[in-house]
Every structure is written in structure tokens, then in C-alpha cells.
């Protein structure tokens, strides 16, 4: 854009300096720019010497130490995870399959394994208009997702359009209560407040009820059994359903609140890890199988990053409170 702009202006103002950038042997208009990229492609094109240096070769069969994996993941006690694993908990006992539209926040990170709820992204506020499409077109349960503070941005416009045009899917709107993504801002629906915030708060369920959606229900996403029966309802009705999964940003509860860990757990003895469901389903990062073979538990949880939330011992029996002396 900032190069067909410069060009048009070079042109009406009779400028005859040559503008080059995505180009023919340039910048390519497909994918990211990395500094080795830039640094070649702007080297051709004055014509200065110049050798990329070679990428570091992480396979394990050169001999070297290879480098940890380590993706982008959701926190651990983050209320999106128990909302993800909740939802596809639900698609699992109905045998069926569903369609993810996502939106714009923290919780795009539902596209990784093995969350894995998350097909697509456009821009803010698609996750709503785009599974209204999508529900038109076909027969897959559509299960879209925005955060609250996208929804305040952008998404009620959507919601309004899918109501008068009847379409049917479920939308769950992720509320931690913030604009966690970029640094805990503060947005309309705020309950916790920073010191000398003396504004209203406006409830999302009271908007969604107003944009004219009947079933609506507002679920606590760390309770695992009362959001699987409210997505259950909402994927077994026949019209447009909202979930709205309420439950605060535990960094923002801890940075607003001072809170501390409510509780700790631990792995019961008779943990074996062939069932897996633990890191296969829920794959929050405070558990992970045990490096040594010969401890107590084939899974530990780390309790210096493990917040008590909760939802593991609702997922798995073997997981207990710890005790206390």
C-alpha cells in the first residue's frame, strides 16, 4: 500500500526516482520478512556483496544438542484452555464434528495441539460474520469463538446481522474480564478495576440479549461439568446459541487483585501416564510427564507455575488436592 502510494505520488508530482520493494526478484508479497531476507534482497539490489549466514541445523542426527520445542501456549489457570477442552469434551460424547471460526486475543492460541479449535482467522469481528456465512453453507455444527474485548470492538455488529438473518451456530464468547493479549487494558465489560477507574461496566449478556439472541447462558468455564451442559444445550438447539464463558485472567486477577495461588495438587501414586488425557486433551503447561523414571508419579505438577484453578482434578481422578501440614 505505502509503495503504490509513494509511486502514484512520485508519478503526479513528475518524480522520475526509481521505487522498487515487492517487486520482480524483490520482496516477495507472500509471507513474513525475516532480517536474513531483507538484508539479501537489499544487497542484490545495490549490488553489495553479501553471504547469508547458514541456519542453525536443530536435527537431532547431527550429533548436536537439539533445541526444546517450545510454541506459544495458553497459561497455565487460563479460563480459554478449560473453555477449549470443554467444547471439544462436548463434540467427542455427541460424535460429531464442528467448524471453528476464531477471532482476534489470547485464546487464537486454540489453533495449537491439541486444543486444536480453531480453523481460521480474518481480521477482528470475523469469528461472528464468517459462521454466520459458514452456517449457510453447511451441515457441520459451527462453533465460533471471540474474546470480550473483540466483542466489544467489532463483534456485536455481526451478532446483530446473524440474529436477523436467522443463522444458526454457537458463538462462545471468551470473558476474562481484559484485553489480555496486549497488555491488560481495561474495555467496557471490566469488573476489576485499576485504582481511579469510575466508569460503568456494561454486561455482554445484557448486548447479546439486546441484539434479540433468546438462548443465551453465561457459564464460569473452570466449573468443566456446567459448561459442557451449557455447549451441549446450545449444539443441540436448533437456533442461534451464546455461551459466554466468564472467569477473570488470572494474571490480571493477580496483577489487579494480588491474589496468590488458591490451592496446589498433586499427581496421586497410582498415575501409570498410559491414559494421557492430561497432556493429550487439557495439556495444561503446569503438568508434564515426570524426567525421572524412577519418581512416584508418571506426571507432575509444577507448583511454581500451577495457580490452583482446579480443572485438571475435574479431568482426571488420579489428580488430588495436596496436603497441607
Request: glycine letters at 8%.
Amino acid at each position: 500500500i505505502v509503495e503504490d502510494s509513494l509511486k502514484v505520488v512520485a508519478q503526479t508530482n513528475g518524480i522520475s526516482t526509481a521505487i522498487a520493494g515487492k517487486g520482480t526478484d524483490l520482496f516477495s508479497r507472500l509471507y513474513e520478512y525475516e532480517p536474513g531476507m531483507v538484508r539479501s534482497v537489499m544487497a542484490k539490489y545495490f549490488g553489495v556483496a553479501y553471504s547469508a549466514p547458514k541456519p542453525i541445523d536443530l536435527s537431532e542426527d547431527t550429533g548436536k544438542i537439539a533445541m526444546p520445542i517450545r510454541p506459544p501456549n495458553l497459561c497455565a489457570g487460563c479460563p480459554h484452555r478449560a473453555s477449549y477442552y470443554a467444547v471439544n469434551s462436548v463434540l467427542k460424547d455427541m460424535g460429531t464434528e464442528a467448524i471453528f471460526p476464531t477471532d482476534i486475543g489470547c485464546y487464537t492460541l486454540g489453533i495449537l495441539p491439541p486444543l486444536q479449535a480453531a480453523d481460521f482467522l480474518v481480521c477482528m469481528g470475523s469469528s461472528v460474520t464468517s459462521a454466520a456465512g459458514i452456517s449457510k453453507t453447511t451441515d457441520k455444527k459451527v462453533i465460533a469463538f471471540i474474546g470480550d474485548s473483540t466483542f466489544f470492538h467489532s463483534g456485536i455488529t455481526g451478532l446483530i446481522n446473524a440474529v436477523h438473518n436467522q443463522h444458526k451456530f454457537v458463538l462462545v464468547i471468551l470473558d476474562n474480564g481484559t484485553t489480555a493479549m496486549t497488555g491488560h487494558q481495561p474495555h467496557p465489560g471490566v469488573d476489576m478495576t485499576p485504582p481511579g477507574w469510575e466508569k460503568p461496566s456494561v454486561s455482554i449478556e445484557g448486548i447479546v440479549r439486546a441484539c434479540g439472541v433468546e438462548q443465551v447462558a453465561v457459564v464460569n468455564p473452570i466449573n468443566v461439568g456446567k459448561t459442557k451442559a451449557a455447549l451441549k444445550d446450545a449444539l443441540e438447539s436448533d437456533r442461534l446459541s451464546v455461551v459466554v464463558a466468564k472467569a477473570p485472567c488470572p494474571l490480571f486477577e493477580k496483577r489487579m487483585l494480588g491474589t496468590k495461588q488458591k490451592r496446589a495438587f498433586v499427581v496421586g501414586p497410582e498415575c501409570t501416564g498410559s491414559c494421557r488425557e492430561c497432556i493429550d486433551t487439557f495439556a495444561c503447561p503446569a503438568l508434564y510427564r515426570n524426567p525421572d523414571p524412577q519418581g512416584e508419579t508418571a506426571m507432575v505438577i509444577n507448583e511454581n507455575l500451577c495457580i490452583g484453578c482446579g480443572v485438571c482434578i475435574q479431568i482426571c481422578k488420579k489428580i488430588r488436592p495436596k496436603k497441607t501440614k
